[in-house]
T-cell receptor, first 115, second 117 residues
Framework: DQQVKQNSPSLSVQEGRISILNCDYTNSMFDYFLWYKKYPAEGPTFLIS?????DKNEDGRFTVFLNKSAKHLSLHIVPSQPGDSAVYFC??????????????FGKGTHLIIQP | EAGVVQSPRYKIIEKKQPVAFWCNPISGHNTLYWYRQNLGQGPELLIR????????DSQLPKDRFSAERLKGVDSTLKIQPAELGDSAVYLCASSPWDRGSGANVLTFGAGSRLTVL
């Protein structure tokens, strides 16, 4: 049973336009959410995160929105640039209080920025 | 600052052979993770260490997989014997996890790609 779902395996966006990547989760205990970016033959790189006490977090061209009632989060990239072409993973963790839980990842969305 | 270092980057072995992967986390990060990533999938947690203690190894196939983290720094993940289904990328990550806020940002290494023939 997948607890973090990214239902779009791929997404193609024109350079300069907005890219919107979506993620759904089922575990109501998740309280911290992250997006990672991955280039081929490299490890995932942290991009942006959001705590469950917030509904929006912005960092430059990247904004993450969290809708707790819908158990849904999205990553907005604007404007999209060619270097943004990569696989994006949504991840979540639950604060157990007794230790740092590992992250649970979605399957990823391959973002392709068209020139 | 040096990142998470993993070796080897690539390993090709025949089934039933043993293989070991090594990880050096970021200095000062007390939490270390091993993940496995199959083709077209997201990373899946195998084991998590707090210092030298394995606090979550529930997803580690213990019949053939073993891990250790001596002195709470470097870690080794071993597979013996390897099976065809073990072909994957093995990722090591570390974090300084903020207990106060619950923020848990992992930094990943480049991974070790294993091919079992």
């Amino acid at each position: 049973d997948q607890q973090v779902k990214q239902n779009s395996p791929s997404l193609s966006v024109q350079e300069g336009r907005i890219s919107i990547l979506n993620c759904d989760y089922t575990n109501s205990m998740f309280d911290y959410f992250l997006w990672y970016k991955k280039y081929p033959a490299e490890g995932p790189t942290f991009l942006i995160s959001i705590s469950s006490i917030k509904d929006k977090n912005e960092d430059g061209r990247f904004t993450v929105f969290l809708n707790k009632s819908a158990k849904h989060l999205s990553l907005h990239i604007v404007p999209s640039q060619p270097g943004d072409s990569a696989v994006y993973f949504c991840a979540a963790s639950a604060y157990s209080g007794g230790g740092a839980d590992g992250l649970t990842f979605g399957k990823g969305t391959h973002l392709i920025i068209q020139p | 600052e040096a990142g998470v270092v993993q070796s080897p980057r690539y390993k090709i072995i025949e089934k039933k052979q043993p293989v070991a992967f090594w990880c050096n986390p970021i200095s000062g990060h007390n939490t270390l993770y091993w993940y496995r990533q199959n083709l077209g999938q997201g990373p899946e947690l195998l084991i998590r260490y707090e210092n030298e203690e394995a606090v979550d190894d529930s997803q580690l196939p213990k019949d053939r997989f073993s891990a250790e983290r001596l002195k709470g720094v470097d870690s080794t993940l071993k597979i013996q014997p390897a099976e065809l289904g073990d072909s994957a990328v093995y990722l090591c990550a570390s974090s300084p996890w903020d207990r106060g806020s619950g923020a848990n940002v992992l930094t990943f290494g480049a991974g070790s790609r294993l091919t079992v023939l």
